[in-house]
């Protein structure tokens, strides 16, 4: 006998453990059933959204898991089969739910076994719950024409337990494809399959259906979806009873499957943020089965309906300084040009400014504004050669931006006879309207250790062209002395699709900070690192962002036109916004800990 037949025999023994049927196995789910819409991230970093392929004739989700020899085994059949469909118009995923297995593990199985498909991590197992997994091995398809299963089972009848033939003499896989292409039956829609087990941690019905409103449900709501669902809020709705939370519960489903909320495009994988408003996978599936359980009341008193409303209207209390920007009179159709104000700042002495917050008049209007200090003359910016609206901002407000406390010991610098200078950005939504913004500022007349300062690396020669999905550019900063970075402010417009941010040291290595591979218009806001990097002279941070042209882009207002560079939300921008002062943190710098 060969030693890679020895090697086979010895791979598929191994499997009679983990792989082989047991007494209490579940009954076969049955085709047809509904899939609903989710979103997970990939072994590698990316993002995807199941709906997102609505365009696809057809979508293969394979059930992977970590060294089970069955998927190994099996691997090369399923390629032959994605080859065999190649520009049929197939989308091929990978989906691992082990509770075993994580995204590092995920990855290092990619690499050594030439998985080249992405691999949806679904590490709070509620894909898998909700397509009733219950082996690996198994090929789902799914039509996106009607959003249902239409097959499930092995790929073929080549491995068994213990067993496997040469040539596979029944096609399962190939010949489903085959039939929802050509819009026929599938002879056998349903086929047991051979594979390892699936352990799934949570899912037990009648232990969904005593997670307590008062205990479980209601701290995850007021320690994260409160800060924006209170009535006078950014969120659409407030959280004010247990009433409109059931009312909005499947909504509230909806948006945790697909990742749209809590409105936090960071990567979890990579960083730690302070300012992180995302919740734990044991958050998302407690909620989750919670509202699939019926959203239960169960006894007591309704918390949400004893929360008072904020005492401030300024979230950091009330500043030193407001400015009021001039009123802005916004039609209800219409481009509109950026608009500037100026403000004199009637200070007596130098001042520092220690923390920022804008209160917008109309948030819908509002896309952005920019601030910039005019210095009178003999002052000196602090950044050598900056551009204008890139470099050396001393304010700044988008939607999902929040209230700014600079680091300690740090300010950024208001001399007396400076004047401020906005940039103000407005949309149209149909209703006319009147933007009254106002501008907090923390003031100390005590020089700070260090200043903080925004730069804003940039890549201008865009040129997207007509339903491209993914186009991508870069750009880099290279800093020539010694940084604290603080954060991030990825800046795209409508085609956004993906940013990060990877710093390079002077010897080489490379380290990802900051991954965005669900990037939102609609939410931007500095990604603030809890505890600042410092950066040795020379380094440089590379962004990388992409954009998508297509129609399946829900947010592109035309796929069809070529996409350029330019102010408005319809052109395109890719800015790489960055917080950061020079030197060492101040605590180190003191010495403390």
């Known amino acids: 006998m060969s030693k890679i037949s020895v090697f086979l025999c010895f791979a598929l023994a191994l499997c009679s453990f983990a792989c082989q049927p047991t007494n209490n196995e579940q009954a076969l789910p049955t085709v047809g059933q509904r899939v609903d819409n989710f979103g997970l991230y990939d072994h590698t970093g990316d993002f995807h959204q199941l709906y997102y392929y609505s365009d696809a004739d057809a979508i293969v989700l394979y059930i992977q898991g970590n060294a089970c020899p069955i998927v ?219 509202i699939e359980a019926g959203a239960p009341r169960g006894e007591g008193e309704d918390p949400l309906k004893s929360i008072a409303p904020p005492e401030s209207e300024w979230t950091i209390g009330k500043p030193d300084l407001e400015i009021a920007i001039a009123p802005q009179k916004i039609p209800a159709t219409g481009v509109l040009d950026y608009r500037y104000d100026e403000y004199k700042l009637e200070l007596d002495r130098d001042m520092w400014a220690t923390a920022l917050e804008f209160l917008p008049g109309d948030r819908k209007a509002l896309h952005h504004v920019l601030v910039n200090v005019q210095y009178p003359k003999g002052i000196t910016p602090p950044l050598e050669d900056p551009i204008e609206w890139l470099d050396g901002i001393f304010a700044g407000y988008a939607p999902g931006m929040e209230a700014e406390h600079f680091p300690a010991g740090t300010g950024r610098y208001l001399p007396k006879g400076a004047t401020l200078v906005f940039q103000l950005h407005y949309t149209t939504y149909g209703k006319e309207t009147m933007d009254e913004t106002r501008m907090g500022i923390h003031l100390s007349p005590v020089p700070p250790d260090k200043e903080f300062l925004i730069v804003g690396p940039f890549h201008g020669e865009i ?100 996409v350029y560079w330019g102010d408005q939300s319809f052109n395109e921008m890719m800015i790489g916004y960055m917080s950061f002062h020079y030197g060492k943190p101040v605590s180190e710098t003191l010495g403390m800990n």
């Open 463 to 562: 040129e997207i062209p007509p339903h491209d999905k993914r186009y991508a550019v870069a750009a880099e900063k290279v800093f020539d002395r010694e940084i604290s970075l603080y954060g991030f402010l990825p800046h795209m417009h409508f085609r956004g699709k993906s940013f990060r941010y990877t710093a390079q040291f002077p010897d080489g290595r490379k380290e990802v900070l900051l991954n965005v591979p669900n990037y939102n218009f609609n939410w931007q806001r500095f990604y603030l690192l809890e505890e600042p990097l410092v950066l040795p002279a020379n380094s440089k941070v590379i962004c990388e962002a992409t954009f998508d042209n297509s129609g399946q882009n829900s947010f592109n207002p035309d796929p069809a036109k070529t």
């Open 72 to 290: 190994r085994n099996g691997l090369q059949d399923l390629k032959d089969i994605r080859d065999r469909f190649e520009g049929q118009n197939v989308v091929f995923f990978m989906l691992n739910a082990n509770l075993q297995d994580d995204r590092e593990s995920i990855a290092k199985e990619a690499a050594e076994f030439g998985i080249d498909m992405p691999i949806l991590v679904d590490d709070n197992q509620l894909v898998a719950e909700a397509m009733e997994v219950q082996r690996t091995a198994e090929a789902i398809v799914i039509d996106p024409k009607r959003w249902n299963v239409a097959y499930r089972g092995p790929v073929n009848d080549r491995l068994g337990y213990e067993s496997q033939r040469p040539e596979a003499t029944k096609n399962y896989l190939a010949d489903a494809l085959g039939a929802v292409l050509a819009n026929e039956e599938i002879a056998e829609p349903v086929v047991a399959g051979k594979g390892c087990l699936v352990a799934l941690l949570d899912n037990d019905a009648e232990a969904h259906a005593a997670i307590s409103y008062t205990e479980d449900i209601t701290p995850i709501l007021t320690n994260t979806c409160l800060k924006c669902h209170y009535e006078g809020g950014i969120g659409p709705w407030a959280m004010d009873s247990y009433e409109t939370v059931k009312g909005w519960s499947p909504m509230i489903r909806e948006v945790l499957r697909t990742r749209r909320m809590p409105p936090w495009q960071a990567d979890p994988h990579f960083g730690t943020f302070k300012n992180d408003l995302s919740l734990d996978n044991e958050e998302i599936t407690t909620l989750v089965h919670w």
